[in-house]
């Protein structure tokens, strides 16, 4: 009896310390002057889930993203490049209902619009790879490759064993891969690469005292560049799943095969990341090779990450869904949606624009799935079209308007892509491209179930009381 009256005091001592230290915590968040409601969301974490509620904030709720990501003078050489040429096009015109989206990007991104670029929508993540292989054998210079998943099987030892073949041949060879995508490939995985004399960096390694400021902000691109002439970049990771499928079923992924002008974006964006992964300035002429016209397509290629206070991605389609007038369809597979984005979506299918959003029936997580759920009724209730994908696992991340603009990338509907992870997005002008998008959007329809506000509101009680909880992590998943 007095051991369990010693494990009750012990308990109510550890219990009582919690407290003051959740107390504290709260009042730095609320001073932060967060988003208020991923301030709520975290205040409920920390009254509710006691102990467990402040490792979780340690690990994933601490704001360190003023950190310096790269200094100014590196920054400006590596995109000097794609400024000069973009000065050298001697000015491009945009759509002019778009004038304003393409100034917002360079102005924030130096997302500089590049004429003249052939640009391809890839529906198979198995042509995706093809492709992949054989842009890869047919280097000549450099590769640069950079994916958040890099697995360790069938798929992963393929790219990997190309690579290397092509650092044995003289061929520069440059990989990045995200430390927590990657958390249980082992490093000698990568060993192959190295060996050949290609180079390996892990974005924001992970590792314990310093787990709690790194951890939270990962970097979620995925972009190839070959010789600079080259890219590909959309939601696509490296990994048997992507191919093969799952239990659920075929994985729908999207990419964009780009050449031309356009590349440079691409190429800017990795070069970025390799100098904060790698300390090293990789910005030479040779890099940005002179590209002739290829095609008729305007490209922004946008980044975004955790550094100041311009959500550039995140914005940038609350403006192209703003500025639709006939369609705007979307598909993303993880929804979580802030305040602005909602209120765009909402918006744009009040006044008759006809708004679709599509997104996996069941995805790879069922939390996920349950906070999603929890964002329908509002944007059903506003005459968006909601289509649940039943053929498998979509990933897609593409919006398409208007038979104009698309976006394809590397960013979900959420906080987390939003706020904290570190995302990549091509903004292309043109109508063929968008044409293929729509088509591909169709197409899925036919996989897909629509939901229908009736049927929502159906749902059983304990349906709505799991999303409604999952909803309030949903700022910090």
């Known amino acids: ?84 040429y973009y000065r050298s096009q001697g000015g491009v015109v945009p759509p002019a209902k778009y004038s304003h989206l393409v100034a917002y990007l360079e102005n924030t991104a130096s997302a500089y619009p590049v004429a003249g670029s052939n640009v391809r929508v890839i529906g198979s993540t198995a042509v995706f790879v093809e492709e992949l292989l054989s842009a890869i054998a047919a280097a000549r210079e450099h590769i640069h490759l950079q994916f958040y998943i890099f697995e360790n099987d069938e798929l992963g030892t393929r790219v990997r064993d190309a690579l290397a073949a092509k650092a044995r041949e003289g061929v520069e060879v440059r990989v990045i891969y995200d430390s927590v995508g990657c958390w249980s490939v082992p490093r000698a995985f990568f060993e192959e690469i190295r060996f050949a004399g290609g180079q390996v960096e892990a974005f924001l390694q992970v590792r314990f005292p ?191 308007s208007d038979d104009v603009i698309s976006s394809v990338g590397s960013a979900n509907f959420d906080f987390r892509s939003f706020y904290y992870n570190f995302e990549v997005s091509a903004f292309v002008y043109d109508a063929a491209v968008a044409g293929k998008l729509k088509n591909l959007f169709i197409t899925d329809e036919k996989s897909s179930l629509t939901l229908t506000a009736r049927s929502y509101a159906a749902r059983p009680f304990a349906r709505r009381c799991l999303e409604s909880a999952a909803r309030l992590f949903s700022p910090i998943l």
Not at 22 to 32: G, I, K, Q, W
Not at 36 to 63: E, H, K, Q
């Open 1 to 84: 009896m007095e051991q369990l009256l010693n494990i009750d005091g012990l308990f109510g001592y550890l219990y009582l310390i919690n407290n003051i230290m959740a107390v504290f915590v709260m009042v730095y968040v609320v001073l932060d002057n967060r988003n208020p409601i991923r301030t709520l969301a975290w205040i409920m974490v920390l009254l509710f889930i006691p102990f467990l509620g402040l490792l979780l904030y340690f690990f994933f709720g601490r704001n360190t993203r003023k950190q310096k990501y790269i200094n100014r003078r590196s920054l400006s050489q590596i995109q000097q490049r794609s400024h000069l």
């Open 210 to 400: 310093i787990l709690g400021d790194r951890l939270n902000y990962r970097n979620h691109r995925k972009v190839v560049v070959v010789d600079g002439s080259v890219g590909f970049v959309g939601g696509c990771n490296l990994a048997d799943r992507y191919v093969k499928g799952t239990a659920q079923g075929a994985w729908r992924d999207t990419m964009l095969a780009i050449s031309g002008a356009a590349v440079h974006g691409l190429q800017t964006s990795f070069l970025i990341d390799w100098y904060f992964a790698n300390n090293s300035l990789v910005s030479g002429k040779r890099y940005f090779p002179q590209a002739l016209p290829q095609g008729g397509a305007m490209v922004q290629v946008a980044q975004s990450n955790p550094v100041g206070s311009n959500r550039v991605i995140m914005s940038s389609l609350v403006m192209l869904i703003g500025a639709a007038r006939e369609y705007v369809y979307i598909q993303t597979p993880y929804l979580a949606l802030t305040d602005s984005i909602i209120l765009a979506m909402r918006n744009a299918a009040l006044s008759g624009v006809d708004v679709r959003l599509m997104i996996p029936r069941r995805s790879d997580s069922r939390l996920a799935d349950y906070a999603s759920y929890s964002y329908l009724g509002t944007l059903l209730e506003a005459g968006v079209k909601v289509l649940l994908y039943n053929g498998g696992m979509l990933h897609c991340k593409t919006v398409v």
